[in-house]
Each structure stands twice: as structure tokens, then as C-alpha cells.
């Protein structure tokens, strides 16, 4: 964790129950080792969410669905989320939790690899979230910017890699080195866009939020 753990626990003590469903979905989700958003991260999110009520959002990594039902609860009231996911047995359950939820028709989830799919949307949306595979974010920066509407917002998630990104590239895992590495060069690209401001904040497990200026 980026904050230390008692820290955590404090503000995680202070966030309000979630509703059943995603209570249900959470349990499922870790019982079954499916790495959701963080509590803090949520809040976040929602706060986020209320500021803006956008009515286009879209989603980078669903797994199975859990961050996208829960940004329905705080988006526009014509909102709608388009999400996309290439791991097959997660699309399945993100299509199923979709329907328990009743949002099948305000959420599209596209099947397939991100890196394909991005450059045939024309946006623009008004909030993204990008939690998908983190060794990626950097080929997909550009294709965000120019799905992004003027104002959006773009949240990126897991920026800090559970401080391992603070580490020197030798001190870190070599199995983990090359998500290190494109990490640093993905907050280094963003911190200077031009057209984004950027903050990378130490919530959760890092995120940077991106406005298109």
C-alpha cells in the first residue's frame, strides 16, 4: 500500500456500506482472486462522478464489471458506459453481473483488445477510466486524448504499482520491470501532454487524474 496501513484502514472505517449488490460482487470478485478498485479509490471515483455527471463514459479493463456498475450509480442520468475487456471467462461474468444489475442496456461491454478497439470509437466521452493491462497505458494515450471531450476527465489506476514504481529498475522483480519501466514512461508522458493537466495522486494504489485543458 502507498499510505501506511493503519492509515487505510482509518479511511476505509469511514466509507459508508455499499449497496448489496456491489457488496455481492465485491465478496465474489475477491473470493475469487479478480483485483476490483479499492474502497478509497471508489470514493474518489465517486466524487469525481458527482462533480461531472457525464452522460458518455468509457471503461478500459472491466474484468468482471465491478467498477463499471459502480460508476453507474454516480453518472448522468442518460449516461451510458461502453467498457472493454479481452479476458474471456471475465467477459462472461461481467455480462451476467451486468444483467443481475439491470444495466445491460446502459452498459456496452466490447469484447476484445483494447488496443484494437480504441481507434475505431469516435467518442467523445466525458469521463474514461483506464484500468486495463498496465503495461499498456502508454500505447493507448493517444487514442484517449482524441476520444476525450473537451473538459473530460481521465482516471488512471494502479499508476504507483504498490510503490514498487518509486524503486530503482534493479531493485525491483524482473518479472515485474518492463510494467515498471512503461508505468514511469506513461506518468512522464502524461505530466506532459499537451492539451492534458495531470495530478498523480497516492490514493489507493495511486491514481493520475487527467483534464483535457
Known sequence: MIAEERAVSFVRSLISEEDALLTELAGE????????????????LKLLLLVKRPVNILE????????????????GRDGHITTIENYEPRIAKARENFSRSGLSERIT?????????????SGPYDFIFMDGAKGQYLCFLDCL???LGPS???????????????????????????????????????????GLETAVLTVGDGLAVSTKA
Open 145 to 147: 486524448f482524441r476520444l
Open 109 to 121: 461491454l466490447l469484447a476484445g483488445d483494447a488496443e484494437e478497439i480504441l481507434p475505431s470509437l
Open 60 to 75: 478500459i479493463g472491466t474484468a468482471v464489471g465491478y467498477s463499471a456498475i459502480y460508476m453507474s450509480r454516480y453518472m
Open 29 to 44: 470478485a475477491r473470493a475469487c482472486h479478480v483485483p476490483i478498485i479499492r474502497p478509497e479509490t471508489g470514493e474518489l
Open 152 to 194: 473530460g476527465i481521465l482516471v488512471s489506476d494502479n499508476v504507483l504499482q504498490d510503490g514498487e514504481i518509486l524503486e530503482s529498475h534493479f531493485t525491483v522483480p524482473k518479472r515485474n520491470r518492463t510494467i515498471h519501466d512503461r508505468m514511469r514512461e506513461y506518468l512522464y508522458a502524461l505530466k506532459h501532454y499537451e
